[in-house]
């Protein structure tokens, strides 16, 4: 395992906002206990540590060199995972007393993860009648948020259907047009869909209750003369064929048609059938001459002429006009329009076809004589008008359906913009509730498998019940509390007499948790490399005496038994400080190296900033100087006299302001004590009864004295207030301290001179600061 050699900065909070290393302290060891009044910083140096072990960001803040390696300077280390920091927070994190009441059992849970895990599986027990509330609430407005979104679609699908029914295909029923139909449709459409105004909707209502109508044939006869027949008829009647007159048709010329009605009579005859005469062959020939070949053929082009006539004039009479009935209804005036015109021509064109026929008859009457024609001008029929009409109602009979549905689609949009507001606004409350639901039914799984994984998660390592018992008796110095096994990790504990233990002392606390804190040590993978150990003292002195105890068993685990590569001991009683320099120095021979330091909390730049200095050692054999509380307290104020004499900087006066004035009562309660151990109690007293046994002239020089030691210690013992304006005047403290040692002086001058000489001060320094009102 690597060791921490040295702490060269950490950049942390309060004293270590800018710790450095000192230049004179000295590498850490083996074993380092380290000796700081209350408020020097250990606890907070203690905490830093263990935020490091857990925290990667709170590791930057540290530079440490290790053995054989550069500083850190702020980077991770794996030393860092394997510092292990016992002290209060970890007592009050490792250990949960439930019941200790006179009629309920203490039930004592050890181990962080193990009481955490306990602490949660009660609060998630606890949640859970809560979370299944919320979750029937939360499936609940689900619901309702569903039936309202239901609803609204179906109320849109049932507005499209009515009002789009009869144009059928997926309007035609509720069960085409659903809701999820409609659903669907709002999400296609929705985004370009508009209301539409009131005219525009009654006219897309109309396209869709409009009848269809179904195209009408424009390639109808119209009545017409072929061209050129007119000039064909007027020719044939104006021709005169050259021919031989027969005598008797000359002078009766209205016999024509008689006579030429007869030929095809008597073709086969001999005999007249008008009159009975003999029709001999020479009558016939003449008859013959007279009718010759040309005439046959204007006779056979007046009749052609007159079918043609006959055939057009049936046509005129019954024209074959679609009906306007048939048309769409906006369509049948301008239609009516449009015949009534064609009708008028068609009189005018049966009046010259009248006139052309008679015509006719009367040429073929006498085909010899020339024919004037009609004498009114010919009408054709003029049908554009009438079937430009016929393909409007045409082209709106092919587009019908689309458009149809075009309307359709308007009249559908204009209802999905209607609905589209209230949709999205039911639908966004449906999102809503659906993750709320959803993380009700996750928070309830959730705190489902959370209680079955800590239900069955193993906790820390701990001591049996029997070896609690048996270890707490002895760090306590006394069998009164008996652990009995109740579950993992989990005792019932009790008095003596069987009662529950009920309120528990700090240093009873402290000692059960020690025990589980080097059971935790000594269970750790056998593979795992030994960890470094800092022991911060988390009680008042009130326990002094349980850390007897905690001291040897604490140095049996981690050196002794070598469960710990490096130990640090933070403490801020003196005399516990002193043994562990003793156990130090008793191991050297079995090469156990280790060191002592102090910490301070000091004054600089007008900021408190910790300090770690080496202990003082002996320059002989190089071991620390170890005295006592007494002696300790004495060097400090010597210390503290020369800083001030040296330096009177505000620093120098802000650290003797709220250190010394504690201390100096302390060494005169102490010094008087000795001389007076009758008076102890009554600090007052034993100051008035300290000159007695002096001459004459040493209690006149002491008699001012003795009275400003006795104001200044209960005026300013026992004060923290940093506030400038009220410290100490500086010449004051200076001049007192000095006061207190020529009182030392001249009540037990030994006394003094064998306190100076262990503490390796002059006597002469210590007395001499100038003008005294002793």
């Known amino acids: 395992m690597t060791l921490i050699n040295r702490l060269e900065t950490l950049k942390g909070d309060g004293l270590y906002e800018d710790f450095r290393w000192s230049t004179g302290t000295r590498s850490f060891r083996q074993v380092n206990v380290v000796y700081g009044r209350n408020g020097s910083g250990k606890t907070t140096l203690a905490a830093a540590f263990r935020e490091a072990r857990e925290d990667s960001v709170a590791r930057s803040r540290f530079s440490l060199t290790f053995d054989g390696e550069a500083p850190t300077g702020g980077r991770d280390h794996p030393a860092f995972v394997d510092v292990l920091v016992f002290g209060r927070d970890f007592v009050q994190e490792n250990q949960e007393f439930g019941g200790a009441t006179p009629t309920m059992p203490a039930v004592l849970t050890l181990g962080r993860s193990t009481i955490e895990a306990e602490r949660e599986l009660r ?32 109320a849109l699908s049932r507005r499209v259907v009515e009002e789009l029914t009869r144009v059928g295909g997926r309007y035609q029923s509720a069960g085409k047009y659903s809701m999820r139909t409609a659903e669907d449709r709002l999400s296609q459409l929705g985004g370009r869909s508009v209301e539409l105004d009131a005219e525009a909707l009654t006219h897309a209502r109309d396209l869709v209750h409009s009848p269809g ?12 003369l072929r061209p050129g027949f007119e000039g064909e008829l007027l020719a044939a009647l104006g021709t005169t064929p050259v021919t031989l007159v027969l005598d008797t048709l000359e002078r009766h010329p209205d016999a024509t048609g008689w006579v030429q009605a007869g030929r095809s009579l008597h073709r086969e005859s001999e005999e007249c059938i008008y009159c009975g005469g003999p029709l001999t062959a020479v009558r016939r020939a003449e008859i013959e001459a007279h009718f010759s070949d040309e005439v046959t053929r204007v006779e056979a082009t007046l009749a052609g002429l007159d079918r043609e006539l006959s055939a057009l004039l049936d046509q005129v009479a019954h024209p074959a006009w679609p009906r306007s009935a048939d048309l769409y ?11 009534a015109e064609l009708s008028e021509q068609a009189v005018g064109l049966k009046g010259w076809i009248l006139q052309a026929r008679q015509a006719i008859v009367n040429k073929r009457a006498n085909v010899l004589v020339a024919v004037a024609g009609p004498t009114i001008p010919l009408v054709q029929l003029y049908a554009a008008t009438l079937i430009s009409v016929l393909d409007e109602h045409n082209a709106r009979a092919a587009r019908h359906d689309a458009a ?12 999905l913009a209607g609905a589209r507001g209230e949709i999205a606004e039911r639908r966004t409350a449906l999102s809503e509730t659906e993750a709320r639901d959803a993380a009700a039914r996750q928070a309830q799984k959730d705190a489902l498998a959370r209680i079955d994984l800590l239900a069955t998660t193993k906790g820390d390592p701990a001591p049996s019940a ?3 018992t048996f270890e707490v008796a002895r760090l306590l110095g006394r069998s009164e509390l008996e652990f009995r096994p109740r579950g993992e990790n989990t005792y019932a504990v009790t008095r003596s007499d069987g009662s529950p233990a009920v309120g528990l002392s700090e240093g009873e606390r402290t000692a059960i948790t020690l025990v589980h804190f080097l059971e935790a040590l000594a269970r750790r993978e056998p593979e795992a490399p030994a960890p470094i150990v800092l022991v911060d003292d988390p009680v008042s002195s009130l326990d002094a005496n349980v850390w007897v105890g905690a001291s040897t068993l604490i140095w049996a685990r981690c050196v002794v038994e070598k469960l710990a590569a490096q130990l640090f001991v933070l403490t801020h009683d003196f005399e ?20 002592s330091y102090e910490l301070r909390a000091r004054y600089v730049s007008g900021r408190r900033r910790a300090e770690l200095e080496s202990w003082p050692t002996n320059g002989k054999d190089g071991k620390p100087i170890m005295l006592s509380t007494y002696h300790h307290a004495f060097a400090e104020l010597a210390e503290a006299q020369r800083r001030l004499l040296t330096d009177d900087s505000f620093e120098n006066r802000l650290n003797a302001q709220l250190l010394f004035p504690n201390v100096l009562r302390r060494v005169l309660e102490t010094f008087v004590a000795f001389k007076r151990p009758g008076r102890v109690g009554n600090f007052t007293v034993m100051m008035g009864d300290c000159i007695d046994g002096l001459t004459p002239h040493e209690q006149k020089q002491l008699g001012a004295g003795r009275v400003h030691l006795t104001r200044f210690a209960h005026q300013y013992s026992h004060s923290e207030s940093p506030d400038t304006t009220l410290v100490i005047p500086p010449d004051e403290l200076a001049t007192t301290i000095t006061q207190t040692f020529r009182l030392m002086s001249i009540v037990d001058a030994t006394h003094f001179d064998g306190l100076c000489r262990i503490t390796q001060n002059s006597p002469a320094d210590l007395l001499n600061d100038g003008p005294s009102i002793l």
């Not at 949640?127 to 679609?153: K, N, S, Y």
């Not at 109508?213 to 017409?224: H, Q, S």
């Not at 209804?329 to 015949?339: C, N």
Request: charge should be negative; aromatic fraction near 4%.
């Open 404 to 415: 149809v549905n075009d309307a359709a689609l308007r009249i559908e949009e204009h209802h």
């Open 576 to 595: 516990l400080f002193r043994q562990w320099q003793y156990m130090i120095d008793g191991a050297k021979p079995v090469g156990v190296t280790g060191e």
């Open 466 to 468: 029997e070896a609690l």
């Open 213 to 224: 109508r179904p195209p009408i044939a424009t390639t109808i006869g119209v009545p017409a």
């Open 329 to 339: 209804a906006d369509l049948t005036e301008k239609y009516d329009l449009a015949l």
């Open 123 to 154: 609060e998630l027990r606890a949640q859970l009648p809560e979370l299944q509330t919320t979750c029937v609430h939360a499936a609940t407005e689900l619901t309702r948020a569903q039936t309202g979104l239901d609803d609204a679609l179906r």
